[in-house]
């Protein structure tokens, strides 16, 4: 569930007072009880709008029972803000106009709806917290201008706006930017969090693959092995039977051949069961060929890949180049917007090129792109082939580009098929 509103406020103002150590127990405390924030939310508001009341400050009506309960109301909403955020903001401004229409002491526009336009806009992007504001500043001002109509005053509509309206806006428009950071934030999270299972669900299946072919491979090395040791022995055992009684010199060749045949036969058993024993499954073969059905497959991006590669290079190289765009790929999903990814990888003289890029635009400062464990990661996997690797912002966007160094004695032959 989202933390409370003001929670980051609350914190700044504590450290003033209280030891770091405090207000971080008093923060976990909160985040670990959410419904218990609410309560203090909640309260926390009652109290303020009351003072405001109180304070009679504005307005042409002497405050009664009425207002108090108008802000009562407005607090006590706020338990709902989690579940219901939309029905509470809409309340919420149903009973500050009602409250506002009545005459009674002004208490803004901001501090009464600043919690719900937070949880609207942390649960449900900006579109209905940002519509609800404009609605409510529409109204204003067209009552404005009803009033000059009507009266035939300037009501000083320009002044109104900049002088009394301006910090409403702002504290508003902060929360609203609040809310919606918060989930921004959330959402990413939860989307590296995809990427990184998609990735770790893709290596556990390779290396599920790895382990069902060498089975494979054990299985028909003992069908052909022991499976004709085995029928060698039980045919000289019938000839061995049958020679017995009257061709010994016979029945002996057959035991001879038996014997030689079971030491060949326990050899061989020894050694598959010492492989066996000392086998660990050995990672995933990574190669550029895997990356469609493996990093591409799974990512949340939309990949415009240009794959233009004739040859299978050393293994090194294949997995270099696999590693990169997987971490590119990685880093865009974490720090930018873009919804699609260019992927070029084809040779260019004695290297392979690799080019990941996305148009952008980033979700935060470039610098924290590129001054990562993923760029150094890459820098480090291609300094070792002995190649160059560039990773910097683009247009609007952020592109990684490597040269791997190749040459023809790298290529493998790709085996014929079975």
Known sequence: MAPAPYTSAMAITLTSVAPPGAVERVRTWFTERPRMADAALSVALMVVLGWMIQAEQGGFRVPDTLAYVCAFALGALLMLRRSFP???????????????????????????????????????????????????????????????????????????????????????????????????????????????????????????????????????????????????????????????????????????????????????????????????????????????????????????????????????????AYRIVQEALTNTAKHSTAGTVQVQIRPQGSSLEVKVCDPGPPRGQLGSISSGMGILGMKERVAALGGTLEAGPKDLGFQVRALLPVSAESWQKEAAPA
């Open 86 to 320: 939309l029905l509470v903001l809409f309340l919420s401004l149903v009973i500050l106009l009602a409250y506002s229409s009545l005459g009674y002491p002004n208490i803004g526009l901001g501090i009464p709806l600043a919690p719900a336009l937070y949880s609207a806009a942390e649960r449900h992007r900006l579109r209905w917290p940002v519509t609800i504001v404009g609605l409510l500043l529409f109204l204003i001002f067209a009552a404005g201008l009803a009033a000059a109509y009507v009266r035939e005053t300037d009501t000083h509509l320009l002044s109104l706006f900049i002088y009394t309206l301006a910090p409403e806006i702002a504290l508003m428009a902060a929360v609203i930017a609040l809310g919606d950071s918060l989930r921004s934030r959330r959402e990413l999270a939860e989307r590296s969090a995809r990427v990184i299972e998609a990735t770790a669900q893709q290596e556990r299946a390779l290396a599920q693959a790895v382990a069902a072919t060498e089975r494979a491979d054990i299985a028909r090395e003992l069908h052909d092995t022991l499976g004709h040791q085995t029928t060698v022995i039980s045919m000289h055992t019938d000839v061995a039977a049958e020679a017995l009684p009257h061709k010994p010199e016979a029945a002996q060749r057959a035991l001879s051949v038996i014997a030689d045949t079971s030491r060949q036969m326990m050899s061989q058993l020894r050694d598959t069961v010492q492989t066996l024993r000392e086998h660990e499954v050995r990672p995933p073969l990574l190669s550029i060929r895997a990356l469609e059905t493996t990093v591409f497959a799974n990512s949340p991006l939309e990949i415009d890949a240009d794959i233009a590669v004739p040859h299978q290079y050393q293994h090194n190289v294949e997995a270099a």
